[in-house]
């Protein structure tokens, strides 16, 4: 299994402009989580899917960032304009939870490398 | 509501001294706990999952931890460390919202091993 794959592994770009992440759950997932880490606020979830619908978007900063998850192989994380304060390390992580539950479960995600991102 | 507390956000131990990272859950439903690594410039790795089957678990890389209901706790150990085991540890707890699940992760802790 190749695991989660995040793309790029590195992104500088300049204040303003436009940044995409994008993130391929493991195969037969039906969940995939996006979180951010930083050395002030450690790792923080930012937003997750359960079958390609957005469950949980609260810890989305604003409205610069957006999500999307146009199938169940693919990812994108969007920030628009970007700043230097989001420099910081993007994961994605994904996971499998039955899709009529019974009750609560623990269900271990799995992580991508992440995405460094710098805003200068 | 979910929530876990790791006491120290570094820990420094000498090569072959008992490794000891601490953390404390919170509640609401019994937990589903989970230990995990990150290694420098890599993800998160589970290391070990408390899911109420046995209280003593065991994960890769000769670490185990302890689920402890009175003391709400879920310390993390290794009887003797290796310089390989320098990474951040998370403690976790499983949480159940609106019919999916998300884990909620504590702030790390930084283990350093001197030789």
């Known amino acids: 299994d190749a695991g989660v794959i995040q793309s790029p592994r590195h992104e500088v770009t300049e204040m303003g402009q436009e940044v995409t992440l994008r993130c391929k759950p493991i195969?037969?997932?039906?969940?995939l989580f996006w979180y951010r880490q930083t050395m002030m606020r450690g790792l923080e979830l930012l937003i997750y899917?359960?079958?390609?619908?957005?469950?949980?978007d609260s810890g989305m900063p604003e409205d610069r960032f957006s999500a999307k998850m146009p199938n169940a192989s693919f990812s994108t994380l969007k920030i628009q304009p970007s700043e230097p304060r989001d420099s910081a390390v993007y994961f994605c992580?994904?996971?499998?939870?039955?899709?009529?539950?019974?009750?609560?479960?623990?269900?271990?995600?799995?992580f991508g490398p992440g995405t460094r991102l710098t805003v200068t | 509501a979910q929530s876990v507390t790791q006491l120290g956000s570094h820990v420094s131990v000498s090569e072959g001294a008992l490794v000891l990272l601490r953390c404390n859950y919170s509640s609401s439903v019994p937990p589903y706990l989970f230990w995990y690594v990150q290694y420098p410039n890599q993800g998160l790795q589970l290391l070990l999952k408390y899911t109420s089957a046995a209280t003593l678990v065991k994960g890769i890389n000769g670490f185990e931890a302890e689920f402890k209901k009175s003391e709400t706790s879920f310390h993390l150990t290794k009887p003797s460390a290796h310089m390989s085991d320098a990474a951040e540890y998370f403690c976790?707890?499983?949480?159940?919202?609106?019919?999916?699940?998300?884990?909620?992760f504590g702030s790390g802790t930084r283990l350093s091993i001197r030789p």
């Open positions: 899917f359960n079958n390609n619908v957005p469950i949980d």
């Open positions: 976790a707890v499983s949480a159940w919202y609106s019919s999916a699940s998300k884990i909620i």
């Open positions: 195969s037969g997932h039906n969940s």
């Open positions: 992580a994904s996971s499998l939870i039955p899709i009529s539950p019974t009750g609560h479960r623990t269900y271990e995600q799995y």
